[in-house]
């Protein structure tokens, strides 16, 4: 017996209830930069660091970054949803970069001067779901960047998480 179908209007008003922070994966081909707006970030293991995105086949950067084999990350603070918005648009990727302090990673991916966190990925595994490919990222390289409150999304709106602000690292909590 099959299982009923979820709504999918349904469906995206509860997971929109999950809130996540909002993060720029970026990636370079040739002298080429491209880039997307993602809050599909999720760290799979500790040792060795490991990233997935999941993005979809329709965004441009989806299948350069395939080709590529490596990708950037940057955590946007609050004063960055300018640049959230930029890059959840679908634009040819040079106007996205315009005008963007940036610097380089080991991988050649452009990284946000100004972000939270910076992360440099080379694609351990690829996997295909529906119109979605899950890209499994080793962390090869790490900064911590602004000490800052991030910008959340939550609802399916930009949040600042001033709230957040000034919370210890090291205090106890932490999974
Ligand atoms: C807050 C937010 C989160 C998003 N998260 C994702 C994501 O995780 N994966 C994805 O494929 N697209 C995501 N998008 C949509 C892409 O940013 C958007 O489709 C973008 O235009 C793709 O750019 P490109 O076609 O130049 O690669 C998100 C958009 C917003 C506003």
């Known amino acids: 017996m099959s299982e009923p179908s979820v709504d999918p209007a349904l469906f995206r008003q509860a ?3 999950w809130a996540t922070g909002v993060a720029i994966v970026t990636t370079r081909e040739g002298d080429a930069d491209f880039g997307l707006t993602v809050n599909s970030l999720t760290s799979i293991a500790l040792e060795p660091p ?8 329709v965004a441009d950067t989806t299948a350069v970054l395939a080709r590529v084999g490596a990708f950037g990350v ?3 603070a609050p004063e960055q949803r300018a640049v959230s918005e930029r890059f959840a648009r679908a634009t040819p990727p040079g106007p996205k970069f315009e005008g963007l302090a940036v610097h380089r990673g080991l991988t050649g991916a452009a990284l946000l001067d100004g972000a939270l966190a910076t992360f440099d990925c080379r ?3 690829v996997h ?3 119109d ?5 990222g080793r962390v090869v390289a790490a900064q911590l960047g602004r000490d800052a409150a991030p910008l959340l999304f939550y609802r399916s709106r930009y949040v600042p998480g001033d709230l957040l602000q000034g919370l210890d690292e090291s ?3 932490r999974r």
């Open 15 to 17: 997971i929109a209830r």
């Open 50 to 57: 490991l990233l997935l995105v999941s993005l979809s086949t």
């Open 74 to 76: 940057s955590l946007l």
């Open 123 to 125: 694609v351990e595994a």
């Open 128 to 130: 295909a779901h529906s």
């Open 132 to 136: 979605h490919r899950l890209f499994v």
């Open 171 to 173: 205090a106890p909590g």
